[in-house]
C-alpha cells in the first residue's frame, strides 16, 4: 500500500491550504484514514481521522477550520484547512489503517507565516 502526500506549502496566516493523500488500494479496504502533523521539537500528533461511516473525529485545536475529506471513486483523502495558525504549521503526514497494518505516507509541509 502506498500513500502519496501533496498539497503542502507556504501561506500567511488566517489563509487557507487543501492536502491530498492518493491511495493505491481501494479506500474500502481501510477502517480508518487520518492526518498526523509533527512540528519541530513535538511529538506526531492527530490532527483528524475519519472512518468507513464518514465519521470524522478533529482534534480540539482545529476543529471548525478543518475539514477531513474522502473520495472512494479517486482513492483519495483530503484535509481542507482554513484559517490557519501559525501553530499549524509542520509537516502533515497521511495515514490508513486496516485490519493488517498501518501505513504512512511520505509527508508534506506547511508553514504558516505570521
Known amino acids: 500500500v502506498q500513500l502519496q502526500a501533496s498539497g503542502g506549502g507556504l501561506v500567511h496566516t488566517g489563509g487557507s491550504l487543501r492536502l491530498s493523500c492518493a491511495v493505491s488500494?481501494?479506500?474500502?479496504?481501510?477502517?480508518?484514514l487520518a492526518w498526523y502533523r509533527q512540528a519541530p521539537g513535538k511529538q506526531r500528533e492527530l490532527v483528524a481521522s475519519?472512518?468507513?461511516?464518514?465519521?470524522?473525529i478533529y482534534a480540539d485545536s482545529v476543529r471548525g477550520r478543518f475539514t477531513i475529506s474522502r473520495d472512494n471513486t479517486k482513492k483519495s483523502m483530503y484535509l481542507q484547512m482554513n484559517m490557519l495558525k501559525p501553530e499549524d504549521a509542520g509537516v502533515y503526514y497521511c495515514?490508513?489503517?486496516?485490519?493488517?497494518?498501518?501505513?504512512w505516507g511520505q509527508g508534506t509541509q506547511v508553514t504558516v507565516s505570521s
Open positions: 488500494r481501494s479506500l474500502f479496504t481501510f477502517d480508518s
Open positions: 495515514y490508513a489503517r486496516n485490519s493488517i497494518d498501518t501505513y
Open positions: 475519519i472512518d468507513h461511516l464518514d465519521i470524522a
